[in-house]
């Protein structure tokens, strides 16, 4: 079992930044790949950015160039810098850790919110 438990979310103007952070804990030792998704009103999850362990990143086209995902390894924690935050940004963020075929999954995140406004 894994439980990830996000931070960092609020209310931010358009151009500003937000750091979101995931701490995963539990009996086993996070070796998939950690991400982010995220959900707005009236839209359905999407995919934001993952990274693998070896540190190789995945990022929506939609977020690239302004996101930036990392993980510390030793802490099983995964962050989402965003920078240039923009309106359509809004959204509930959604930690996530992949399937493991040993130790089972996905695992989700509760979810924060993050709010950007013009």
């Known amino acids: 079992q894994v439980q990830l438990v996000e931070s960092g979310g609020g209310l931010v103007q358009a151009g500003e930044s937000l750091k979101l952070s995931c701490a995963a804990s539990g009996s086993s030792v996070i070796t998939t790949a950690m991400g982010w998704y995220r959900q707005a009103p009236g839209k359905p999850r999407e995919f934001v950015a993952k990274i693998f362990r070896s540190g190789t990143t995945n990022y929506a086209d939609s977020v690239k160039g302004r996101l930036t995902i990392s993980r510390d390894n030793a802490k099983n924690t995964v962050y989402l810098q965003m920078n240039n935050l923009k309106p359509e940004d809004t959204a509930v963020y959604y930690c996530?850790?992949?399937?493991?075929?040993?130790?089972?999954?996905?695992?989700w995140g509760k979810g924060t919110q993050v709010t950007v406004s013009s």
């Open positions: 996530n850790v992949e399937r493991s075929p040993i130790w089972g999954g996905p695992y």
